[in-house]
Structure formats: structure tokens, C-alpha cells
Antibody
Framework: QVQLVESGGGVVQPGRSLRLSCAASGFTFSSYGMHWVRQAPGKGLEWVAIISIDGTNKYYADSVRGRFTLSRDNSKSTLYLQMNSLRAEDTAMYYC????????????WGQGTLVTVSS | DIVMTQSPDSLAVSLGERATINCKSSQSVLYNSDNMNYLAWYQQKPGQPPKLLIYWASTRESGVPDRFSGSGSGTDFTLTISSLQAEDVAVYYCQQYYSIPYTFGQGTKLEI
């Protein structure tokens, strides 16, 4: 069965960096695009970024472009989100999600990892 | 960016009754080349990640009960739960995947 397990969240000071990971199993990771979606406490869903199957195409929301970098290691079936220059408004649960087709909806989601940006 | 607006923000429906949630996009999400609407619906229960219910506006995901249905085209879409069950209490989101950024509606909280 498809499993997505996020890790790397925690409490970090404004301006610092954090790297999230998403370990995938139960499907051929290298054949699917992947999304990151976040949800601030008590708020709705915000799409963050998408990466193509080989990592050559990446697109970001305006709110994170230039600060966040998405990458993947298909040999390890793992997705990464490098988050730099973190701000209080980046505080959220971060979900990785599988896309059945690149540029499509998300059919499987991880349980999420919580990032709190606070001094 | 395409703005997705859901209505209502919250909804209370009796068990066994019909629930209807609307989603309107600021521009059409119907792709002319394939005549598909790039619109999905998700259900999120407290403390859980979202779960895919409907994609291509009206295709039910495998395993989703048939009381859930999606309809609409272009800019106006509807999620209908034909006979509300207790386990359907959740927040429901629509999302367009027609163009980046893949924006979500603000969510509709469904209660009994």
C-alpha cells in the first residue's frame, strides 16, 4: 500500500533553515510527480510546490519561491523540501502528496510534519 | 492565480439528508483540448490529512462511497452527499489543478 512519511519538522527561529523529508513506499516513486501542501493551524490548505518525476521541473507558490527548494532522490524514494529564511507565516503542518499524473491532483497524502517558526 | 470560492463556509445537515457544497473558480478550469475539468474534491477529518474524493470534477476515487458525487463544468462545481452519515462530518475542499499555483477553496465545514 502507498505510504508517505514526512519528517524533519520542529521549532525553528525566524530566518533559520529546515529540511523536510518525505519517504515513499508502496509504489514506484520515480514514476510520479510529487506535491508539498501546507496547512497553518486552524486554517485551510495551501499548495506549496510540485516536482516532476526526474526532478527537472519544479514550480513553487509565490509565498515560498526563492526561499524553498524542492528536490528528490529517486534511488532513495525520498522527497525533500529545503526551507530557508523561515518566517512566522511559514508555521504549518507540511504534507507531501503523490500526484497520479504530473501536474494533477493528489491521490495519496502523508500524515504531515509540523513546522513552527518562533523566536 | 485562479481563486476558488466555496459556499457555504459551514453547513449543518441532518443524518440521512442531502448535503450540497458549491465551489466557484475565478476562471474556467475546463481544458478545451481534452474537455476535462481540472477540479478535485477532498475531505479532511480532524487530525487527519486530506483524502481525495473526486477528481476531474465528477470521477469518484476508488473506495469512496457512492453517496458522494461531483458535478459542474467551467467555473461552477458542486459536491453532493446524497444521504449524510455521521462519519461524513469533516471539512471539504475543492482544488483546481488547471494552472499553477494549484489553489484550494477556503473549505466548508460540514456538521450534523
Amino acid at each position: 500500500q502507498v505510504q508517505l512519511v514526512e519528517s524533519g519538522g520542529g521549532v525553528v527561529q525566524p530566518g533559520r533553515s529546515l529540511r523536510l523529508s518525505c519517504a515513499a513506499s508502496g509504489f514506484t516513486f520515480s514514476s510520479y510527480g510529487m506535491h508539498w501542501v501546507r496547512q497553518a493551524p486552524g486554517k485551510g490548505l495551501e499548495w506549496v510546490a510540485i516536482i516532476s518525476i526526474d526532478g527537472t521541473n519544479k514550480y513553487y507558490a509565490d509565498s515560498v519561491r526563492g526561499r524553498f527548494t524542492l528536490s528528490r532522490d529517486n534511488s532513495k524514494s525520498t522527497l525533500y523540501l529545503q526551507m530557508n529564511s523561515l518566517r512566522a507565516e511559514d508555521t504549518a503542518m507540511y504534507y507531501c502528496a503523490k500526484a497520479p499524473h504530473y501536474g494533477s491532483y493528489s491521490d495519496y497524502w502523508g500524515q504531515g510534519t509540523l513546522v513552527t517558526v518562533s523566536s | 492565480d485562479i481563486v476558488m470560492t466555496q459556499s457555504p463556509d459551514s453547513l449543518a445537515v441532518s443524518l440521512g439528508e442531502r448535503a450540497t457544497i458549491n465551489c466557484k473558480s475565478s476562471q474556467s478550469v475546463l481544458y478545451n483540448s481534452d474537455n476535462m475539468n481540472y477540479l478535485a474534491w477532498y475531505q479532511q477529518k480532524p487530525g487527519q490529512p486530506p483524502k481525495l474524493l473526486i477528481y476531474w470534477a465528477s470521477t469518484r476515487e476508488s473506495g469512496v462511497p457512492d453517496r458522494f458525487s461531483g458535478s459542474g463544468s467551467g467555473t461552477d462545481f458542486t459536491l453532493t452527499i446524497s444521504s449524510l452519515q455521521a462519519e461524513d462530518v469533516a471539512v471539504y475542499y475543492c482544488q483546481q489543478y488547471y494552472s499553477i499555483p494549484y489553489t484550494f477553496g477556503q473549505g466548508t465545514k460540514l456538521e450534523i
